[in-house]
């Protein structure tokens, strides 16, 4: 078959993706199950942070999020993302409401999910980026420990050292709870889609779309994180230093996400973002006549 160039025109721009055209498809990500999601997109048009950060749900389980308003967090202009550009300042973000609206609605399955920049920071080590807990500025930030019921009730995803990120959270693995664990590998200020979720027997990383998996047979019950209920806290400082990276978006689902469901949200991208979808073109000149077969 041989076309000109007006109808190949005509054919390349039916085939364009939406991505292309600066369409979000935000919107087609699996919202079944969502307790919580907060995009970090509010302060894209304000030249300041803004009060709170809003549940992306509707379902105001953890309420809106109190962010800092001391110059402790910065928002993105050219996209959504609160960033943490200092070490000093009060808490950067925190939910209005504690854990307990969540923990009623979960069983035995959980899924939580990130889009975040990680700093080039070498010195970055053992530094909150999100997790269910009471850490105020400043204060020491310990080991985690399973058998500590009056601080230690849920779970905290932190900054190891430099690109590796560590997740910690209380299951039972032989019918003892423990902290369990996973490191996490990751290109540093690059975004980066993370995903970790657990059901009966499994506690699973995917980051990017590549699997970890923790080893045992671990067990989530949440009577195990409400003896504790406690605020989502968004990378409060420690004591001489802070996580100083970008979060994206931060979501929890009362389920066990599949492999499908997870590439598809990679895919769709966090909020106000552009799709990850490759694209082909083909390089044609001009006045050039070409053969499609």
């Known amino acids: 078959m041989r076309c000109t160039l007006p109808f190949l025109a005509i054919l390349l721009g039916l085939l364009v993706p939406v991505e292309v055209l600066g369409v979000s498809r935000f919107s087609e990500r ?145 019918g003892v709870p423990t902290c369990l664990s996973s490191t996490i590998a990751i290109p540093t200020n690059t975004l980066r889609h993370l995903v970790i979720r657990a059901r009966t027997g499994e506690l699973s990383v995917v980051s990017h779309g590549s699997f970890t998996g923790v080893a045992g047979s671990p067990t989530f019950s949440p009577s195990l994180w409400a003896r504790h209920s406690a605020p989502l806290t968004i990378a409060n400082p420690h004591v001489t230093t802070g996580w100083t990276g970008t979060l994206y978006m931060v979501a929890m689902y009362d389920r066990y996400l599949s492999d499908t469901e997870i590439a598809a949200n990679r895919i769709f991208g966090p909020p106000n973002s552009f799709s990850y979808g490759n694209v082909t073109t083909l390089g044609i000149a001009e006045d050039a006549r070409t053969t499609l077969v």
């Open 30 to 174: 699996n919202h079944t199950g969502l307790l919580f999601l907060y995009g970090f997109d509010d302060g894209q048009l304000s030249a300041s942070a803004p009060a709170q950060a809003r549940d992306f749900s509707g379902r105001y389980l953890m309420g809106n999020l109190t962010t800092s308003t001391t110059g402790a967090v910065t928002w993105s202009a050219t996209r959504q993302g609160m960033t943490v550009p200092s070490v000093a300042g009060a808490a950067r973000a925190t939910s209005q409401l504690t854990s307990v609206g969540v923990l009623t609605r979960l069983s035995s399955e959980f899924t939580l999910e990130f889009f975040l920049s990680n700093p080039n920071n070498p010195m970055s080590q053992n530094l909150l980026i999100s997790g269910f807990g009471d850490w105020p500025p400043g204060a020491p930030y310990a080991e985690c420990d399973a058998m500590n019921t009056v601080s230690e009730g849920g779970w905290r995803l932190s900054s190891r050292l430099g690109s590796v990120l560590e997740f910690e959270a209380i299951m039972v693995d032989s």
